[in-house]
């Protein structure tokens, strides 16, 4: 490839009744002789192909979203002019509405593969060239993309009369699911960056900011623009190699699908990354790791780029990596491995324990299956990895090897086989071999920690490690031992070592100086007693579902909200999660345990995410007839706590969240939610803002107790696109048969767009089970309409979100296993898999990820009830 010279017109976008805009691109590139290829192109239509000076014609080599290109010459040229389709799902060019002002804002998203709905293009990663790009937008607006701006002037030849011509510098050598561009009247806020380069010699990166206006001032760009001056700090030192692309730009953008996008020059987010309603320290430190994420993809994925999306994880699972590392070393937010410990983690052990797992390095067949990949395993699973890859080669010998890797393959594409290669020089280790064990496997292993000998009497005399997985890994890992040396003391570790697990099934003995401290230390004298356990992977150097042995899991019941190190008290935590989901902890006991002792947690990371265990417990795995004393049980302390907090804190927050949400299940809560709704209490430190409102309002209008005028009245006084959401799902939970019905047909009829969808759904599924089961037929009957008919985002928030969730329970004498194959959904969705064999994969592998976790959830209820 050579280069693109891309115009869009978007002077008419301001007309709702267009859908449509114009494109015109014109591409140089070589190839073979004689040879014949064909360009992208989803389009509304096209009214000309021409091809090294020859008009081609259109109805003979335009065949669907692919245009033909015969008898190409080995140096070529090609103009395509046609139209695009706006998008409202957030794929290609998306096209939103504030309705807070009526403004238009127009952005792009294209990985892995849309970049096709807005031009024609040849949409490979490998394929890089330099793009220019012109955007023909109304006067009052701002453009932006990758390149700097070099031009506007006004522009007479767009859609609409009148409208200004913005030109930008071509970029460098990218991929085009990385180009970008950006139109509308944003909010611009600018800064710079000035450092000096691997030479040392003084340079500025120009920096900007965008919004919507109605965001403007939620826009904290002065916390904004530190971190991004403390990333552009430490990545290219850490690298040895300066930023390339010139400018850095940020824009913070509604109804996006991702939570933000790598595009060099001009990186998106969601604007759920700016916080009108407040945030804690924990969504603080969160928007920080994207941002640190993000800008590591400037050089892993945007400077060295996979060849194909097999190799995904080259970009992602560094990326993954180096958010939480950047975090640590380069900002405020030092914690950053502890909300990887709990949160991040999770979503890897969840994805990996499914039948649709996959290996970090996969085999990829098709652009379906590449954006399927975005997934826990390519992120969270590949990035718990790479932290083992560096306690196992060590911290420096994987930097030299990133420095390399820049250095050898600037703008050009790679595979797994290239940074084996750098790291193998780096080091001494057998990398090919840990390559091998770890990224070409698939499943999460299993490490179990034993001392025999009788240890509470002192007479341990060995430990070991059992490694049980279908493809044994080597590991490097620490085991700590923890206790209290008095009943309100703080739980610290007493004794910790690091050991080395080779990749073999099966006990391996510690050395025998090892086990002995272990062994020692488990057997304290000082130790309170049921209090001392051994932590396995205390600070969570490798990947593994760490299984306590009896003892220290009942230990760990009881104290571990007084853990004192926040990274140890998060691997608790995950380990105790994980023994829910396992079936080793009762899902009421853990409940129970977080209403009893969690509702102090004093980190904010921490005591989010431990909550949204508990309601996931609570929703899936405590059976449906114990369910509402086990939720009064949560509520009561979770309303106790919230009254407890400390005005104005970060818990405070987090708990009336979480309390508004599970209130949704229960309408003896709702008397207080509408006493704060209505002003007549209060709870001091805490405003009832627009989004804590509106999930307040939803709670009470789920259970019945809100009519549809003091609906209208709320989004009266809320404009704003929150409010515009926050209806939307409050109208779909009112309790009523006929909204349910509205609310199935809103959900079906095509209007909604991305995030009016998901909100209609939410809404939608807070009914009873006897209300959601008249639409399983439904579910089942018009899933494989939904993924013909609209796009993939669409789809897959359809067939996801109206998913039965009524996995009710009963008690019964038939085994466990019975149970399972005979619930109706599980039925009902292995049928639907056996008669639809030819469905496309990634639809396949939703409903087969689906019908896992259905199976899980039944699992666990019916091994609730025959205990």
């Known amino acids: 490839m050579v280069d693109y010279r891309v115009v869009v017109d978007l002077s008419g976008a301001q007309d709702p009744g267009r859908t449509s805009f114009g494109s015109e691109v014109n591409v140089r590139f070589t190839a073979e002789e004689g040879a014949e290829s064909f360009i992208d192109f989803i389009h509304d ?20 979203s692919r245009i033909r290109l015969p008898e190409l010459g080995e140096a070529n040229e090609l103009r395509v002019v046609g139209r695009g389709l706006y998008s409202r799902s957030g794929e290609g060019l998306h096209r939103y509405v504030d309705p807070q002002d009526g403004e238009v804002y127009i952005y792009t998203q294209y990985e892995p593969a849309d970049c096709r709905r807005v031009f024609a293009v040849f949409e490979q990663p490998d394929l890089k060239a330099e793009f220019q790009f012109t955007v023909i937008a109304p006067p009052q607006w701002l453009a932006a993309s990758n390149g700097e701006l070099v031009a506007s002037r006004p522009c007479d030849d767009g859609d609409v009369p009148g409208a200004v011509s913005h030109e930008f510098a071509p970029t460098q050598r990218i991929s085009s699911y990385i180009t970008t561009i950006l139109a509308g009247p944003y909010t611009r806020v600018t800064d710079e960056w000035s450092g000096t380069d691997a030479q040392g010699e003084p340079v ?6 965008y919004c919507r206006r109605a965001l403007a001032d939620a826009m904290d760009s002065e916390e904004l623009f530190a971190l991004t001056k403390q990333g552009l700090d430490f990545f290219p030192r850490l690298f040895a190699f300066a930023y390339p692309f010139g400018k850095y730009e940020q824009a913070f953008v509604p109804e996006y699908n991702l939570g933000a996008m790598e595009n060099p020059g001009l990186v998106t ?3 759920d990354y700016l916080f009108p309603s407040g945030a804690t320290r924990a969504q603080l430190a969160g928007r920080a790791n994207t941002l640190m994420h993000e800008m590591s993809h400037m050089w892993f994925g945007d400077l060295v ?18 958010g939480a590392y950047a975090c640590v070393h380069a900002t405020q937010y030092t914690d950053a491995w502890v909300t990887f410990a709990l949160a991040r983690k999770e979503w890897a052990y969840r994805q990996d324990q499914l039948r649709t797992t996959h290996p970090v390095v996969a085999d990829i067949v098709d652009l379906e299956a590449a954006r399927q990949n975005f997934d826990g395993i390519t992120y969270a699973k590949g990035a718990s990895v790479l932290k083992q890859l560096v306690a196992f080669v060590g911290e420096e010998s994987f930097v030299d090897a990133c420095r390399a890797y820049f250095r050898r393959f600037a703008f050009r594409n790679t595979d797994l086989a290239d940074f084996l290669d750098v790291l193998d020089e780096a080091c001494d280790h057998d990398v090919r071999a840990w390559a091998q064990q770890w990224l070409h496997t698939t499943g999460v292993p299993v ?3 034993a001392v025999s000998g009788d240890a509470a009497a002192g007479s341990g005399s060995g430990a070991t490690l059992t490694q049980s997985a279908r493809e044994p890994r080597p590991h490097v890992l620490t085991v700590g031992v923890y206790g209290r040396s008095a009943a309100d003391a703080p739980v610290t570790v007493t004794e910790r070592v690091e050991v080395r697990v080779p990749a073999e099934d099966g006990p391996t003995d510690l050395p025998e100086d090892r086990a002995a401290v272990l062994a020692g230390a488990l057997a304290g004298d000082d130790a309170v007693v049921g209090t001392t356990f051994a932590l396995l992977n205390d600070t969570d150097l490798t990947y593994c579902l760490a299984h ?21 008290r998060a691997v608790g935590h995950s380990q105790l999660w994980a023994a829910v989901r396992d079936g080793r902890l009762r899902p009421e006991d853990y409940v129970r345990m977080v209403a009893q002792r969690c509702t102090g947690e004093t980190h904010a990371a921490i005591l989010t995410t431990v909550l949204d265990h508990a309601r996931q417990a609570l929703g899936e795995y405590v059976p449906v007839a114990h369910r509402v004393h086990v939720r009064r ?37 709702a008397r207080p939610i509408q006493e704060w709704l209505g002003g007549i209490r209060s709870i001091e430190g805490l405003p009832l803002t627009p989004q804590l409102r509106w999930s307040m309002l939803t709670a009470v209008t789920a259970t019945g107790h809100s009519t549809m005028s003091e609906l209208r009245s709320e989004r009266a006084r809320d404009s704003s696109r929150d409010g515009h959401l926050g209806h939307l799902q409050a109208l779909a939970a009112m309790r009523s048969d006929r909204a349910k019905q509205q609310a199935w047909e809103r959900i079906l009829s095509g209007e909604l767009s991305n995030d009016e969808l998901s909100a209609t759904i939410s809404g939608f599924q807070l009914a009873s089970p006897a209300v959601l089961r008249r639409y399983e037929d439904a579910y089942f009957e018009q899933v494989t309409r939904w993924w013909d008919e609209r796009s993939m985002e669409i789809a897959t928030r359809m067939v996801r979100g109206l998913y039965p969730r009524t996995l009710d329970v009963r008690a019964s004498s038939a085994a466990v296993t019975d149970v399972v194959a005979r619930h109706r959904v599980v039925r009902a969705t292995t049928r639907w898999l056996d008669e639809h064999q030819d469905a496309p994969a990634a639809l396949r592998r939703i409903m087969t990820e689906l019908l896992d976790e259905a199976r899980r959830s039944v699992d666990l209820q019916a091994r609730c009830l025959t205990r």
């Open 269 to 271: 987010f969601t604007e």
């Open 447 to 449: 490490l179990s920690f």
């Open 548 to 568: 306590p042995d009896a003892r220290s899991l009942a230990a760990l019941t009881r104290v571990v909200g007084g853990i004192e190190d926040p990274l140890a």
């Open 204 to 209: 500025t990166i120009p920096l900007a900011l």
């Open 633 to 669: 049980v949560l509520l009561d302390a979770l309303r106790d706590a919230l009254l407890r907090a400390a005005p104005g804190s970060d818990a405070q927050l987090i708990l009336a969240r979480a309390f508004s949400r599970e209130a949704a299940r229960d309408g003896a809560y």
């Open 45 to 64: 239509s096209v009214s000309s192909v021409e091809l090294n000076g020859e008009l081609l014609d259109v109805d003979d080599v335009v065949e669907g």
């Open 305 to 322: 780029t996979m060849r194909w999306w097999d190799d995904l994880w080259l970009k992602e699972s560094f990326a993954e990596f180096m």
